[in-house]
């Protein structure tokens, strides 16, 4: 059957996603005799999220003007398209990516809803699927062909959990988005927490769309515990941290502790002062103090009119690297199943510091910084105050 953008839109309001891609195998096959490599980057550039999509796009393209745009002998094509955040959407940009455009890997991501769209196609066209923003645990088990070099909330959050039960905090709220992620989030941090004798008094869940944090931080100041732990996606912190203000939890003794997504490094200086003293664990900071980040950090602000790159940047930098580093394995083979296999294993030195790919879980394995947010040179940064080396998935570890 030959397949087309119109007959394959039609199959698939008719038939699963399995049969619409059967067949598929041969012909991405073909495909690695090509001299270029096709990377559909599929991300929301407008809309709600479009903060993520802009971040993720630069730290991309920032990477192929580091590394140049050939690799392997095989020139590499970004093929850029605005899913805005819906799953049906990326669903279908995937489709078209594949079998019009001939994708050789996807990539990008910006929630775990449209990960999880995504996984079927990947796992039955056998195109590699770059995870570069979405940070679920469970995304990379949704197919062979997912692999992640954003983070997993699980590797944050139970980080944060260990390091608050271990420095002075004994009562905690939970408070965080209402959806996959803001579940891994709470789960892991409290599991870690009450571990290390900590105690979580309520655990809130906030509607992932039009959040009004005003009526859960009401609890929380009721609740009167020594912090409250927060997960919200990137963008949304600004929102949260005014709130959190104007409810007066900072003037009452609550901290605020969280993983890195609530303190954003793009839109952090917006925040203001009340984001002063945040403490939050994440995978990436602008203010780490190593060559390679500082080098990156130069350069990203250079290209992109002063804007500051963020762990979604990074993110999107790394997955340009893992394709590069899996290309040059595969002396420019850009078959699905070769170019997986390289991937497993591959270890490279990030701005984010050294990673590797996990050959079992085809997840990202990284430190974790203890990040807590202070004014240097009249802006504020996310400044790590400890480090926790090569942290793996604990949730696919628990499995």
């Known amino acids: 059957m030959t397949f087309t953008r119109r007959n394959l839109i039609a199959l698939a309001a008719t038939v699963s996603v399995g049969a619409s891609l059967a067949g598929l195998g041969a012909p991405l096959q073909a495909r690695a005799a090509d001299d270029t490599v096709k990377i559909g980057f599929i991300e929301p550039m407008t809309g709600p999220f479009a903060s993520t999509g802009i971040e993720a796009l630069a730290g991309a393209k920032q990477y192929i003007a580091d590394h140049g745009d050939t690799v392997a002998g095989k020139k590499i094509q970004l093929i850029v398209k605005d899913d805005t955040g819906s799953p ?85 709220v939970t408070l965080v988005s209402d959806y996959a992620p803001g579940k891994d989030a709470q789960d892991w941090f409290v599991k870690t927490f009450e571990k290390n004798g900590g105690k979580v008094k309520e655990q809130l869940t906030v509607p992932l769309k039009n959040p009004d944090f005003s009526p859960f931080l009401q609890r929380v100041a009721d609740d009167k515990p020594d912090a409250v732990f927060v997960f919200v996606p990137a963008g949304v912190g600004s929102q949260f941290m005014k709130q959190f203000k104007e409810r007066g939890l900072s003037d009452a ?64 930098y790394d997955g340009m690297a893992m394709v590069y580093h899996a290309l040059e394995k595969t002396n ?68």
């Open 88 to 172: 049906n959407d990326t669903k279908r940009i995937a489709q078209e990516l594949v079998v019009n455009e001939g994708a050789n890997v996807l990539m990008g991501f910006g929630l775990t809803p449209l990960a999880f769209a995504t996984a079927p196609i990947a796992t039955q066209a056998k195109v590699p699927m770059i995870v570069t923003s979405a940070a679920t645990s469970s995304i990379t088990e949704k197919s062979p062909y997912a692999t992640r070099t954003s983070f997993t909330l699980p590797q944050a959050a139970s980080v944060m959990g260990q390091w608050a039960a271990k420095n002075g905090i004994k009562s905690v």
């Open 253 to 316: 003794g609550i901290k605020l502790i969280g993983t890195g997504d609530v303190v954003d490094d793009q839109i952090l200086n917006d925040m203001g002062d009340v984001a002063l003293g945040v403490v939050s664990a994440h995978h990436y900071t602008a203010a780490l103090q190593t060559d390679a980040n500082q080098t990156f950090v130069k350069a990203f602000e250079k290209a992109n009119n002063g804007m500051r790159p963020n762990f979604m940047a990074v993110g999107a």
């Open 332 to 399: 420019g083979d850009a078959s699905g199943p070769k170019l997986m296999e390289a991937i497993k294993g591959l270890k490279w030195e990030s701005p984010r510091g050294p990673v590797m790919i996990d050959p079992k879980t085809r997840d990202i394995v990284q430190n974790i910084y203890i990040d807590k947010t202070q004014k240097v040179d009249g802006q504020l940064y996310n400044v790590p105050i400890e480090t926790v080396k090569d942290v793996k998935d604990p949730a696919k570890a628990a499995k």
